[in-house]
């Protein structure tokens, strides 16, 4: 009778045993230098959020906002225009006409870029892991910085121009689509010229420009971005310019064209200054056909407002040009140009057949067919030392997402198998 009684009470001791709460043990591993709670500096809250996904997604957010942006701004300020203004600069700026300065209101395409290429690089280097699993996270990290980087490339060193032809002529040049420059030139030897150019930026901004290599000093009156000219009639003011052709022009300032198919007619009035004495004000305007001289000190020299030109060490010469239509309409079938290319430096003579798909490349420039009318041909020059740069971006993205997924899939696949 008692062995069932006394089982019955150790195994309630048993569990009341089981059922008391252990004593909790001091801790020997916590550290006693700081305090839990401790800030961390400010220098590594700097770089966690340099590296931070939420800094990457606010900058891509960024740039799907300036591309809208730009696209609806086209069609105010043109394809060229709304890229400088929304791509290819630190801020965006809103001009007021009353007042002489403008407001940023958006970071631009060149300061989110470059954010999003130190957000990636110290992503990349903060999670840097030396496994092959991670080796296609990094050739995908190293196409985007590639990518983004070859767009600064491009802004910075491509170059656009044009090179108008008519048939059999030969041209050794071709001429900015936007810049635009006065051209100086001494026109005393009868063997050559010799051209100094003035570019349009610096007749924008400043008074007074020394000409190197000549004498003269020229004194900048006014610079239009945009203007009309017409011959003056005889109740008009008197004109700003007192001698040339521009004595008897009329000159009013105009807003800056927005289509790519115009370009604006820029226009100044300079007086050149020689040993300190004044040669008279002078019109300049792209507008003008012929260029003005005048002769200082038994020397002659032209003055003359055109688009940039960027010379050549070769000749190409238009031998025929065709231009071809559907027949019955006026829609376009078929442009091409017939060039002759000469380079006496290499002993390079060859013909050359320019078409609408058909490009010219040659000494790092493409030279594409263009706009063609019944006198002339134009042929656009591209000129991109970094042509190459998208390309291999693209393929180390690919490249690096095809490794990723190849390890990912490879572990399902594994963990497949063990389950």
Not at 96 to 115: E, K, Q
Not at 156 to 173: D, I, K, P, R
Not at 395 to 403: F, S
Request: aromatic content about 8%.
């Amino acid at each position: 009778m008692d062995k069932p009684s006394r089982q019955n009470h150790l195994d309630s001791q048993a569990a009341h045993r089981h059922k008391e709460p252990q004593q909790k043990k001091p801790d020997s591993t916590v550290s006693f230098d700081a305090a839990p709670n401790t800030p961390k500096p400010l220098l590594m809250r700097l770089w966690d959020a340099l590296s931070s996904l939420q800094l990457t997604i606010i900058s891509l957010a960024l740039l799907m906002a300036l591309v809208v942006l730009c696209t609806l701004a086209q069609t105010q300020m043109g394809t060229f225009g709304a890229v400088q203004a929304y791509m290819r600069s630190f801020l965006v700026w809103w001009h007021i006409p009353s007042l002489p300065f403008g407001i940023p209101v958006f970071p631009g395409g060149v300061l989110v870029g470059l954010v999003l290429v130190l957000n990636l690089s110290a992503a990349l280097i903060k999670r840097f892991d030396t496994s092959w699993s991670k080796s296609g996270l990094w050739i995908t990290h190293a196409g985007l910085i590639l990518l983004i980087a070859g767009e600064f490339f491009t802004g910075a060193f491509q170059v656009e121009s044009l090179m108008n032809l008519e048939e059999g002529q030969t041209v050794n040049y071709t001429e900015g689509s936007r810049e635009i420059e006065l051209a100086i030139t001494n026109t005393t030897n009868p063997s050559h010229d010799q051209v100094y150019s003035v570019p349009a930026s610096l007749l924008k901004r400043s008074t007074s420009i020394d000409v190197p290599g000549t004498p003269i000093t020229l004194h900048v009156k006014r610079y239009f971005e945009n203007a009309a000219l017409a011959m003056r009639q005889p109740n008009d003011p008197p004109a700003e310019a007192t001698a040339g052709v521009g004595a008897n022009v009329k000159i009013s300032e105009q807003p800056p064209v927005a289509s790519d198919d115009q370009m604006n007619q820029a226009s100044a009035l300079v007086e050149p200054i020689v040993k300190g004495q004044s040669q008279g004000v002078w019109l300049v305007s792209v507008g003008m056909g012929a260029p003005q001289s005048f002769v200082s000190e038994g020397q002659t020299f032209a003055l003359a407002l055109r688009p940039k030109r960027y010379f050549l060490p070769y000749t190409i010469t238009l031998k025929q040009f065709r231009h071809d239509v559907y027949p019955g309409t006026d829609i376009p079938k078929n442009f091409s140009s017939l060039v002759h290319l000469s380079n006496p430096s290499t002993g390079e003579e060859r013909d050359v057949l320019i078409s609408m798909n058909q490009p010219m490349r040659y000494q790092g420039k493409t030279y594409y067919q263009y706009q063609m009318d019944v006198k002339h041909s134009v042929l656009q020059v591209v000129q991109n030392p970094g042509w190459r740069i998208p390309y291999i971006s693209c393929t180390l993205i690919t490249l690096g997402l095809m490794i990723h997924f190849g390890f990912t899939l490879g572990r399902s696949l594994k963990r497949g198998r063990t389950a």
